[in-house]
Each structure stands twice: as structure tokens, then as C-alpha cells.
């Protein structure tokens, strides 16, 4: 009796991580191209015009910032009904999410808090935590993979 040699299924087995790899990559391309184009129109252009320059003096969760928020009214609506990495797309928010809509989320709010000139992505991650019960586990998850791409931007 010989030996069994696990190489061919191991070879299938990587083939097979590999095309779900290349569905992941794909659907982050998607993502990356199409990343809140919503706002390159109206109803949202015309308001992110006028409270785009405004939030950026702003700190993020500020009674201040969550005022401005606001005033955006329908178009911030229509920006989150036609952008998925918001959990204000979803009647049950982060739970709702997929893991692709998350990537997408994390890196929005990580160049968001470059716009602002107090923004931190640590102090962000905590007061959306609460603004969005993250539990510990994705919270954790999150402040790992903020970590893991730490400086690939403007070093933040």
C-alpha cells in the first residue's frame, strides 16, 4: 500500500482559494472605482460644496460636526441609500454589513480624518464604536487592520 500524497489536493485546494481571492479582488476594484461618485452629482454635490469646506474645521462627532450633518438633510440620505460601506445604508447597520463593505468603511474613515486638521483614526474608530455599536471583536478587528496599514496615507 503506498503512501498517500497530499500535494494534488493541496494544489486544488489553492486553485480553489484562488478564484475566491480573485471574486474578492474583483468586487474591491468595483469599490475602488466607484468609491462615493454619488457625490460627484446632485442632490449630493451641491450640498457637499457647501459643507465639505465647513466639516473640515470641524472635529469628527463634535456637537458642531453632527450639526453640519444635519444640515445636509436629503442629500446625506441619498448618500448613504447609494453607498453600501455606510452603515446607515442597512436597517441593522455594521451588523448588516459584508466583510467588503467594511474594508471600504475603514478605508473612508481613515482618509475622512485626513481631512479634518485634528483627525485621528484611533479617536474615530472609538467614537464610532459607540456610534454604531461595534462590538469588542470588530472593534479589535478594525483597530488591527488601521494598524497593519499604518503610514500608507500621510503617515497618520
Not at 60 to 71: I, Q, V
Not at 118 to 128: A, R, T
Request: proline residues 3%; charged residues 30%.
Amino acid at each position: 500500500m503506498s503512501e498517500y500524497d497530499s500535494r494534488e489536493d493541496t494544489i486544488e485546494h489553492i486553485r480553489k482559494v484562488r478564484v475566491l481571492f480573485e471574486s474578492v479582488i474583483h468586487e474591491l476594484e468595483v469599490r475602488y472605482f466607484m468609491h462615493d461618485t454619488s457625490k460627484l452629482e446632485n442632490p449630493e454635490k451641491a450640498v457637499f460644496d457647501k459643507v465639505t469646506p465647513r466639516l473640515k474645521t470641524l472635529t469628527y462627532g463634535s456637537p458642531e460636526y453632527k450639526a453640519s450633518l444635519e444640515d445636509m438633510g436629503e442629500a446625506l440620505t441619498h448618500h448613504y441609500a447609494n453607498n453600501r460601506h455606510h452603515p446607515e445604508h442597512f436597517l441593522n447597520g455594521i451588523n448588516d454589513m459584508s466583510l467588503i463593505d467594511l474594508i471600504e468603511m475603514l478605508c473612508d474613515w481613515k482618509a475622512a480624518t485626513e481631512r479634518h486638521t485634528d483627525g485621528d483614526i484611533m479617536k474615530s474608530l472609538v467614537i464610532n464604536k459607540k456610534r454604531f455599536n461595534i462590538d469588542d471583536q470588530l472593534q479589535g478587528i478594525l483597530v488591527n487592520t488601521v494598524e497593519l496599514f499604518k503610514g500608507e496615507t500621510n503617515g497618520q
